[in-house]
């Protein structure tokens, strides 16, 4: 306690320094050092999070054992949940940033150079739509409103939350697969925190691997050659963790990471003081929507933000709509595809973070019960009109988004056009990645580059030989 007021004291100080402009130099760096000393002493004294774990499918309770990703005993497969002590959210100074919303993350340390997103009220865009309150969850770089992804993703809300769950005594490494953007935010959370992590993408999506500076050498790359896809990136993964030498992040299983997407609806629920009506967000797993349910479910316990539950608009970008093609045939059951096809339809997108070929979307707890629950629906956007309201968003608003917020938001656009949402509804728009084109302004970049491209048709035993070398 008595650290969070000397803490708001030296804010209040570098406030009345940076209003008075003569002789301050010396006091504003002595005040910022204390401040970042006193930051640091927060973070280190943080007490990690209680909660148990729920199996979704049958409601079993159990203990976390350090890295649960499954209910043990369970043969139906199903996600599992993080039943928090704190029922009643406190959230906690923005300085912190993701941490601000540590009575809901399940970690056990807080890590350096996080970022929250920012919820606010759209005025233009707003207006453009007709929309009387529609409130965009802003994910990425505009410092201008307190938004410092420096990925300019929110998969930045993931990283922070899972490498947070990790335990530091742990000397493991940590593997995840990723489409490009996760990839990004892992390795700079990692490389900040030197926490080893072995990456595995498309060799086609490398040019979302880009930096400010140089990363640490504890992060590797390894890569599926090119025309192939997601999916080939997870099966790198998967033979990978098959040595003990490496442990997999757990994808939508981890419950950090959906926690850690979650704050993007627990932002707005605070800017806004009450629960949404309607959530939009484009999906390539889904997993940020499961999360956003999840936290709906969590608000309505909290007792303060309305009992609702907000009505789920996810979006696919065409021709990649495998969950939207089962959504459209009422089946919980992803429908068959084709390997070579589905690649194909993954590179034709714009939006290659939404590629993901098996997503959580049949298990117990996933996206089908999530759209049930919500009462919610899959749309999808092609990249004409993706890209179309991108442009309508910097023009609007003032910043670049990514591909995949402009497939949500052109999936918003359908819905006021077809008259199928209330003008007056409470709206929450995740813009999931945005700022880039800012951010990236005088800036000289640094691309990570794969120690190992790997055919699609590598032999597995030899991949994981060489993806052993590595560390």
Same mark, same amino acid.
């Given at each position: 306690?008595?650290?969070?007021?000397?803490?708001?004291?030296? #804010?209040? %100080?570098?406030?009345?320094?940076?209003?008075?402009?003569?002789?301050?130099?010396?006091?504003?760096?002595? +005040?910022?050092?204390?401040?970042?000393?006193?930051?640091?002493? %927060?973070?280190?004294?943080?007490?990690?999070?209680?909660?148990?774990?729920?199996?979704?499918?049958?409601?079993?309770?159990?203990?976390?054992?350090?890295?649960?990703?499954?209910?043990?005993?369970?043969?139906?497969?199903?996600?599992?949940?993080?039943?928090?002590?704190?029922?009643?959210?406190?959230?906690?100074?923005?300085?912190?940033?993701?941490?601000?919303?540590?009575?809901?993350?399940?970690?056990?340390?807080?890590?350096?150079?996080?970022?929250?997103?920012?919820?606010?009220?759209?005025?233009?865009?707003?207006?453009?739509? &007709?929309?009387?309150?529609?409130?965009?969850?802003?994910?990425?770089?505009?410092?201008? %409103?307190?938004?410092?992804?420096?990925?300019?993703?929110?998969k930045e809300t993931e990283a922070y939350s899972v490498c947070?769950?990790?335990?530091?005594? $742990?000397?493991? /490494?940590?593997? /995840?697969?990723?489409?490009?953007?996760?990839?990004?935010?892992?390795?700079?959370?990692?490389?900040?925190?030197?926490?080893?992590?072995?990456?595995?993408?498309?060799?086609?999506?490398?040019?979302?691997?880009?930096?400010?500076?140089?990363?640490?050498?504890? /992060?590797?790359?390894?890569?599926?050659?090119?025309?192939?896809?997601?999916?080939?990136?997870?099966?790198? @993964?998967?033979?990978?963790? =098959?040595?003990?030498?490496?442990?997999?992040?757990?994808?939508?299983?981890?419950?950090?990471?959906?926690? @850690?997407?979650?704050?993007?609806?627990?932002?707005?629920?605070?800017?806004?003081?009450?629960?949404? $009506?309607?959530?939009?967000?484009?999906?390539?797993?889904?997993?940020?929507?499961?999360?956003?349910?999840?936290?709906?479910?969590?608000?309505?316990?909290?007792?303060?933000?309305?009992?609702?539950?907000?009505?789920?608009? /996810?979006? #696919?970008?065409?021709?990649?709509?495998?969950?939207? $093609?089962?959504?459209?045939?009422?089946?919980?059951?992803?429908?068959?595809?084709?390997?070579?096809?589905?690649?194909?339809?993954?590179? +034709?997108?714009?939006? =290659?973070?939404?590629?993901?070929? =098996?997503?959580?979307?049949?298990?117990?707890?996933?996206?089908?019960?999530?759209?049930?629950?919500?009462?919610?629906?899959?749309?999808?956007?092609?990249?004409?009109?993706?890209?179309?309201? +991108?442009?309508?968003?910097?023009?609007?608003?003032?910043?670049?988004?990514?591909?995949?917020? &402009?497939?949500?938001?052109?999936?918003?656009? #359908?819905?006021?056009?077809?008259?199928?949402?209330?003008?007056? +509804?409470?709206?929450?728009?995740?813009?999931?990645?945005?700022?880039?084109?800012?951010?990236?302004?005088?800036?000289?970049?640094?691309?990570?580059?794969?120690?190992?491209?790997?055919?699609?048709?590598?032999?597995?035993?030899?991949?994981? =030989?060489?993806?052993?070398?590595?560390?």
């Amino acid at each position: 306690m008595q650290d969070t007021k000397n803490f708001c004291i030296l #804010q209040i %100080i570098l406030y009345f320094c940076n209003k008075q402009q003569k002789n301050i130099a010396n006091y504003k760096k002595n +005040a910022n050092f204390a401040l970042n000393k006193i930051k640091l002493q %927060i973070m280190s004294n943080f007490t990690p999070t209680s909660y148990r774990l729920v199996n979704i499918y049958d409601g079993a309770t159990f203990d976390d054992a350090g890295w649960s990703l499954d209910a043990p005993n369970c043969q139906t497969p199903s996600l599992i949940r993080a039943n928090y002590q704190q029922k009643q959210i406190q959230f906690g100074p923005k300085e912190e940033g993701l941490y601000r919303f540590a009575d809901w993350l399940p970690i056990r340390r807080k890590l350096k150079n996080s970022s929250a997103p920012v919820t606010y009220r759209s005025s233009a865009l707003a207006e453009h739509l &007709g929309l009387k309150n529609l409130y965009i969850c802003f994910n990425g770089y505009r410092p201008e %409103i307190g938004a410092n992804m420096t990925t300019c993703s929110f998969k930045e809300t993931e990283a922070y939350s899972v490498c947070g769950r990790m335990n530091p005594e $742990d000397k493991r /490494v940590l593997v /995840v697969s990723s489409a490009g953007n996760t990839a990004r935010a892992f390795a700079k959370v990692c490389s900040d925190n030197n926490i080893p992590l072995l990456l595995t993408v498309p060799e086609d999506n490398l040019n979302a691997l880009w930096f400010d500076a140089p990363l640490n050498d504890c /992060v590797k790359l390894v890569a599926s050659a090119s025309g192939s896809d997601y999916f080939d990136a997870i099966n790198l @993964g998967n033979i990978a963790v =098959k040595s003990p030498k490496f442990y997999a992040e757990g994808g939508a299983k981890n419950i950090a990471r959906r926690d @850690g997407m979650a704050t993007t609806v627990l932002s707005a629920a605070e800017v806004i003081g009450r629960i949404p $009506d309607y959530y939009f967000q484009a999906v390539g797993s889904g997993t940020g929507a499961i999360a956003a349910w999840e936290a709906n479910q969590r608000l309505i316990q909290d007792g303060r933000f309305g009992n609702h539950k907000m009505r789920l608009i /996810v979006s #696919q970008n065409i021709p990649f709509t495998p969950m939207y $093609d089962a959504w459209k045939a009422d089946s919980r059951a992803m429908l068959p595809l084709d390997d070579n096809l589905a690649r194909i339809a993954a590179n +034709a997108i714009d939006a =290659k973070v939404l590629s993901n070929r =098996k997503p959580p979307y049949s298990i117990c707890g996933g996206l089908y019960d999530a759209l049930r629950d919500s009462e919610g629906t899959i749309l999808c956007a092609d990249n004409e009109s993706s890209a179309k309201a +991108a442009e309508l968003f910097e023009q609007l608003e003032g910043i670049d988004i990514h591909p995949a917020a &402009g497939v949500a938001l052109a999936s918003l656009i #359908q819905c006021v056009h077809n008259r199928v949402i209330d003008p007056d +509804a409470v709206i929450m728009l995740n813009i999931t990645g945005g700022g880039e084109k800012r951010y990236k302004q005088d800036k000289e970049l640094h691309y990570l580059k794969p120690s190992i491209v790997f055919p699609i048709d590598a032999d597995p035993d030899e991949c994981l =030989k060489q993806m052993e070398a590595l560390f």
